[in-house]
């Protein structure tokens, strides 16, 4: 065999890999590899290709852009072509492209870029005739796509008419899923932009609307007129249409200015409640970009930057268990160390035993590692074909790392069993107690700075904390023997202790770590005991039995709030350990609600960001005039207070329909005279 005929073979072979990852992620929005991967294929063959001239005649790479339209839907042409994007990977790249627009235009001073966050969605261009959306399209193969239009008619964030616009305009964007909105779906996909692409292809657009899509607006195809001269006036432009723009869009002219630019933005992804995986940079100035015009698959105005990747592969070296402050048995993956989005990872979640098994995964396989949110390392899948052949299927424990038998609750409210195993033994299990003071000390709880999780664990062994009391009387001359304690750090940790010695009765219940008392219901029963004189009454077994009968006519109290209460304190250790915590604290009443107030005795429940004040400080100053806040619309609520920013539509729907009085963002400043 030649080297032709080899270089040959081997091109054919990557572009049949190209074309099944290209279908995966086109198309099923399912991929199959990390984009790292992906990419990195295809820098290969267009190194291939450069090195090879007559691999073009085989497969021209050019019309490898997205793929086939489904047939699912009707097949629309675009009246501009939604081309892909060229990638840059490093400092390099960037000035190789800068470069080429420079010396496309004949030009030697640096050229104006607009930066743009490249969010990690679905495409789809929109169509506006005489103002009103006509259509709306998929990317589809860039060329022909999916006529998806009931679907993104559901999108609440894409405006249904535009004022003063031109009479035939195509906007473009991005469709995606928030990263806290996918929390509540994530059992049906597999990440974020699964979601949004298979809501996408709902055949019925009623199951489209059950999922939370958004979008961002970043540029036009099709246009009858149009009066601006750059891309960050279109920005504008589409912002004053009522189109949603990524607020960290900006002007970027040096090398020097990407770079940092470049670094800001990837040290943000973490916090921001959408996935993004690079920046593009397109040329601002329009006449430019006309004149720079495209290749047959990509712009040479715009590129995208993108990030270190947030998938990486990485060998399971152990599978071992950890348990939470509930007794929650998570298994967690020992793995080679790794870097993924910038951080060397070791360890890896497995979620829970079902996890395990529908991805059977395995001691000693390779596996896709990601960043969940970019923050918690998750193992996505397993490669099937690198797996040895004697490795053996994870068996999940039926014991606590204490010895004690784990098992699988029966949820009282949905009658199904839990995915989570559990230790159900409170305190007395060694390993759960050292969580729970773990949570203790946190900031939402007894907030005692100086005191964190590492810090605990280290005093744990050492035996200085067994219990919550333990932190009230620790011994300080001790830990002055220890490495990295001083005067001044001892001093500082003594004074944060001392402070929070009083604590009120509502966040004393929800810092105590009962299961399901979360802050909210902490402060139902802080209203409802009052005094911790009246809370110790649930030591008593006889008393206890009267004040969980009472605690069923609490709103926002049900079957699992009631049961978890009573299994933490039937626990003989669990009571003990509490009471004694009470005796070293000054616990302050449970600030009475002031009845009279402006809103004195009304429920009240929020939806929406205010332009003038947090959600907090709104209801805050609520509860200052006499108002009790919900976490539901239901029957008992008075006001729903709507913020000018993304209320939630369903809630005012619901509310509407119980016929309960809704209040603007305006009429609530009203409502308090600010």
Known sequence: MTDQEKVKRLYIKKVEKLLKLNKAYFEKDNPIVPDSEFDELKKELLALVKQNPFLKKIKNL???????????????????????????????????????????????SHVELSSEPKIDGISASLRYEQGKLTYGLSRGDGVFGENITENLLTINEIPKKLVNAPEVIEVRGEVYIGKKDFEEIKDKFANPRNAAGGSLRQKDSGETKKIPLRFFAYGIGEISSEDFKNQTDLLKKLEDWKFPINSHCKIIKSIDEIEKNHEEIESLRSSLDYDLDGIVYKVNNLKFQERLGSTSNSPRWAIAYKFSSVKASSKIKDIVIQVGRTGAITPVAKIDPVTVGGVVISNATLHNEDEINRKDIRVGDTATIQ?????IPQVVSVDKSKRNKNSKKFIFPNKCLCGFPVKKEINLTTKKTDVVRRCTRGYECDFTAREKLKHIVSKDAFDIEGLGKKVIDNFWELKFIRTPADIFRLNYD???????????????????????????????IYSVGIRHIGQENAKILGAFFKTDKKFSELFSSKKRKDILKSLYDLDGIGDTQVKSIEDFFSNQKNSNIIQSLMTVLKIEDFKKINKKGKLGNKNIMFTGGFEKMSRSEAKALAEENGAKILGSVSKKLDYLVIGNSKPTKKKIEKAKELKIDLITEEKWYDLLNR
């Open 371 to 375: 960043r969940a949110g970019d923050v």
């Open 478 to 508: 001790k830990i002055e023997t220890l490495e990295g304690w001083g005067k001044l750090s001892i001093k500082n940790l003594q004074k944060a202790i001392k402070d929070s010695k009083t604590i009120v009765l509502d966040r004393f």
């Open 62 to 108: 050019d019309n490898l852009i997205g793929h086939k339209p489904s047939i699912k839907f009707e097949k629309v042409k675009h009246a501009k072509p939604m081309l892909s994007l060229g990638n840059a990977f490093d400092k390099e790249d960037m000035i190789d492209f800068q470069k080429k627009i420079k010396n496309f235009l004949n030009i030697t």
